[in-house]
């Protein structure tokens, strides 16, 4: 089977380094020094008053899943912001482009180099977030869900992170502009579905008066988690009160919608970058 040249030496690389690692044992401690203080409360919450709540137990996955959710929109798009922009910085990319290779197998290869990191962190934690079968109330199948959720998300945070290393010419400017973008897609979609939702709304009214700020957060990835949690764990505490449903309509089916526009809106990014980093386009502004 013929590999990628460049995610074969991105993995090389990345194996022989002691990043990895790292960043492995690091997000891994977190999330399970966090899950056993959570343990830990709950436990002598319950010697204390001799009552157990089991829908508290439930606080434990959602807390280390929304923790792991969070970093993963603070790490993934670093990873990937000096993968084209980096190789401009060290004088490399013009030798990767008299290869036989295409603008789109060097893309394709700092993606795959870059989402093997990702995934191989998001597998390294579940048993951590199978820490809650202990106590009940979440099946494998919903865990199933919530890691196909943090798969979209890396993806898409991944090709957010390729496109600006295409597009700028320093990791720096990447890298900002990265968050920057990942930033509006989590918080600037949520600001404007509520601003839009406000004007809906009669004096005193409660809740959301249609479901045009729902297809809006359609390619918010944190809109999907959320949405996810309130499917397992449920309440009303979990998921902002803009997210009302069109009628008929399940919260899987528009979690399974939502992946689907991420997914596009990956597709769109990769396409941009192999256009940046392809010499034979036309000449015209710079960045």
Known sequence: MKINPVYRQETKVSARSFRLPLVILV??????????LD??????QVKATA????SGFLSLYLFVAAIEFTMLLLI?????????SGERERQTLNLLLTTP????????????????????LIISSFPILSLVFIYGGVT???IAMVLFCFSSTALLASCIGLCCSCVFKKTTMATAVSYCVMAVLVFGTFALSSFISSFGKAPGQRGSS?????????????ASFAMIIKKQVGGSRTVPVLLTLPYGMT???????SMTVQILMAVLCLWIAVRRVNPRRKKGWKM
């Not at 997000?27 to 056993?36: E, F, K, P």
């Not at 993934?76 to 084209?84: H, Q, R, Y």
């Open 101 to 120: 290779m295409t603008a789109g197998d060097i893309v394709a290869g700092k993606l795959t180099a870059s989402l093997s990191t990702v995934f191989l």
């Open 51 to 54: 009552e157990i709540q089991y």
């Open 210 to 222: 249609g479901t045009g700020p729902c297809w809006l957060l359609l390619g918010n990835p944190a």
């Open 140 to 142: 494998a199948a919903d």
């Open 251 to 257: 919260e899987y089916g528009w979690v399974m919608i």
């Open 39 to 44: 343990m830990y409360f709950m436990v002598s």
């Open 27 to 36: 997000c891994n401690s977190v999330l399970a020094l966090a899950g056993l």
């Open 76 to 84: 993934v798009p670093a990873l990937t912001a000096g993968s084209i």
